[in-house]
């Protein structure tokens, strides 16, 4: 069976493409034009069966991802459900299952069969939960477990193939070394075993698995910085050009391929790696972390990480990596995942109404309209997170109730000095003769 990225290039409009072009109300051609090109990847396996499929692109809506999983020491398959409940909920285009403890299959088909958006994975955490000594690792082993998990029907895999040896001593003068956890996993066996990475020498044998499944690949980075003191250096933009090989070699295999970026960035800097990751990997999907623009905040990197990536996707980034309140602290609970994805909406909205993408600030307009109307009903229903704004007017209200009846204010003017209030008077008034 072709991938999507075959069907576009014979210019055949497959179900997904067209559940695509109606969703983001981008004509069809453009949709199959750019799929076929490279510039557009729809994560859509063909063992997800409940799945709704969703294109990840610069001229597309702005997607967000949301990390569930457990980790050695907490989570189960039922809180990783309400995990990806809550996800759904409040708005993630794709979910990845990042699990390392135990039950880890179990949790991923769990996943699988109850999600409708795209799940992702990186098959190296669960090729290390089965060895526990990272150094032991084999391709043979890593190969086994791609192919079961395409078979279950994982949507896209993160792949730390662009990680190679040479590229080893120029993380170890940064600040942090290596903050990734594959890249950290690559990078040690390679020191151990002084050879080159194993996912790069196998990396067609890769591709065999991804194409006869319609898996799309997630090229991992490895080497982001993981401070602001080692962004945009030379082992981050080593790596960078490396993907950019890879890119090309999942395109000539008809396999879907986008690539993650960074990371912890300053603002300055955003602007920049958006263009050169387009420019070096020739278009190809960027799925970026954050990026963090200040490393002095934990406990909200939600926001320090938000503020970069409404950056990012304004100037080109197609996919948003969501950040917790928990990074850099502790795996994420479900308040966490809510406040994450709510955090991600936002910056991606952002950055879409500034690009003006289709009917993107329509949403505002009619909330803008709501407010002016005292339409409160109607303003939670357009909220992202309604529980939130309804739970944040009903304590309000609470505490004015004694002293005021009516609902046409809102708590922070008063009904005495409420501006809309003000304006709406102004607007009934008679003009003088």
């Known amino acids: 069976m072709p991938t999507q ?7 055949i409009k497959s179900a997904q493409i067209k559940t695509v072009a109606a969703d983001e109300k981008i004509p069809l051609g453009k949709i199959t034009a750019e799929c076929a090109a490279g510039r557009i990847v729809i994560p859509a396996n063909i063992h997800h069966k409940k799945l709704h499929p969703i294109g990840i692109g610069k ?75 990272t150094n032991k690792l084999d391709f043979e082993l890593f190969l086994d477990v791609i192919s079961k998990q395409a078979e279950e029907g994982v949507d896209y895999m993160t792949v730390h193939a ?3 040896k040479k590229h080893v001593p120029l993380a170890m003068k940064r ?29 067609g044998r890769i591709l065999d698995v991804c194409r006869k499944n319609d898996v799309t690949i997630s090229l991992g980075d490895g080497l982001r910085p993981g401070c602001l003191a080692d962004a945009s250096d030379k082992a981050q933009f080593a790596e960078l050009d490396t993907l950019a090989e890879l890119v090309g070699e999942c395109r000539r295999a008809g396999v879907q391929a986008m690539v993650e970026g960074p990371g912890h960035i300053p603002l300055d800097q955003i602007e920049m790696n958006m263009r050169k990751e387009d420019e070096v990997c020739d278009g190809a999907p960027f799925y970026i972390l954050g ?19 409404a950056l990012g996707a304004f100037y080109g980034a197609s996919m948003l990596c969501y950040v917790t309140p928990k990074e850099h602290l502790g795996l994420p609970d479900v308040e966490d995942v809510r406040n994450g994805v709510i955090a991600y909406k936002i910056a991606a909205h952002a950055a879409d109404v500034a690009l003006k993408k289709p009917d993107a600030r329509m949403r505002d307009d009619m909330i803008s309209d709501a407010r002016a109307e005292f339409d409160w009903e109607r303003q939670f229903k357009l909220a992202l997170d309604p529980e939130r704004a309804r739970e944040y007017r009903r304590s309000s209200l609470a505490k004015a109730a004694k002293r005021q009846k009516k609902k046409d204010f809102c708590g922070m003017c008063g009904p005495q000095f409420c501006s809309i209030k003000a304006s709406s008077e102004i607007a009934a008034q008679k003009p003088a003769k």
Request: charged share 20%.
């Open 5 to 11: 990225l075959e069907y576009a290039r014979k210019n």
């Open 175 to 203: 600040k942090m070394k290596i903050v990734s956890r594959g890249g950290a996993i690559l990078a040690k066996w390679m020191a151990c075993h002084n050879r080159e990475n194993f996912l790069f020498e196998n990396f």
């Open 59 to 133: 001229i597309l809506r702005t997607k967000i991802n949301a990390n569930i999983g457990n980790s050695s020491v907490q989570s189960c398959p039922k809180e990783e459900l309400q995990k990806l409940k809550t996800a759904v909920k409040y708005g993630a285009d794709t979910v990845m299952d990042l699990s390392t403890g135990a039950n880890i299959r179990k949790i991923r088909r769990e996943i699988i069969g109850h999600s409708t958006i795209p799940v992702g994975t990186v098959p190296i955490y669960e090729c290390a939960s089965i060895v526990q000594d």
């Open 291 to 309: 990026p963090v623009v200040t490393d002095c905040a934990p406990g909200y990197d939600h926001i320090t990480s938000a503020i970069g990536a």
């Open 162 to 164: 662009g990680l190679l």
